[in-house]
């Protein structure tokens, strides 16, 4: 476990230094930067297998920084601690490329479960694998979607829920299946959050009239395979 290196970004000086005592504590060798300009630096320094980033920062925000190390290539997984609760603020994060997020104020044993999820996720990945249905393809390995033979634009959310949508195809998912599958389990209270992802993707694949995402009132959704 200690060779498991978490960078904490939060600019509260003792949020920061209990943040970074529990995780080291629980056998993580972490490191800390107090703003966004400085988290960027220390990525390209020596690249974190998490990064716990607060997303109201002096400068750069934590948006712009998660977005930033996204398009740069950053594949390792994103915890963003936010005081923000509005559905919009919480999808704003996972489009920017978080991973998932923590509302402040937080216990430490929430955010060490959250960190340890992540991690076990990216551990338990599985090789290399395609699927298939209504004319979409995913790749998992690649972590890209095509329609059509054309590219899907999608956040690294809008792809996770996608490529469990269209793994799942012809079976109906619960809601509960997905915020198990997709989003940890861990935020069974934010009623809206899968809604207005299913409606992003339903666009970008073109389901108007939502044929391909079927909604399942009061149950979940099912993913025709056409």
């Known amino acids: ?16 230094r209990f943040v970074e005592l529990e995780l080291t504590h629980s056998g993580f060798a972490v490191t800390r930067a107090g703003d966004g300009a400085s988290a960027l630096e220390s990525v390209q320094e020596e690249t974190p297998d998490l990064i716990v980033l607060d997303l109201m920062l002096p400068g750069v ?34 489009d920017a490329g978080a991973d998932d997020y923590l509302r ?12 340890r999820a992540l991690l076990k996720r990216v551990t338990t990945e599985e090789g290399p694998h395609t699927h298939e249905a209504s004319g979409v393809t995913v790749d998992m390995d690649r972590r890209s979607a095509e329609m059509g033979g054309e590219s899907i634009d999608l956040t690294a959310k809008e792809f996770d829920l996608l490529a469990y949508l269209v793994a799942s195809a ?45 909604t399942i009132r009061g149950v979940g959704y099912f993913f025709a395979r056409g």
Do not use: Y
């Open 170 to 214: 012809g079976s109906v998912v619960s809601r509960e299946e997905i915020l198990e599958n997709v989003w940890g389990g861990q935020h069974a209270s934010d009623s809206n959050v899968i809604e207005v992802f299913v409606c992003h993707i339903r666009g970008k694949i073109g389901d108007r009239d939502n044929r391909i995402i079927q």
């Open 61 to 94: 925000d934590g948006l712009d920084v998660s977005r930033t190390l996204r398009a740069g290539g950053f594949d390792r997984p994103i915890l963003m601690l936010t005081a923000r609760a509005q559905t919009h603020d919480v999808v704003s994060g996972f």
């Open 1 to 16: 476990m200690s060779d498991t290196k978490i960078l904490v970004v939060e600019d509260d000086e003792t949020i920061a």
């Open 104 to 115: 402040k104020p937080f216990e430490m044993p929430e955010l060490l479960s959250r960190v």
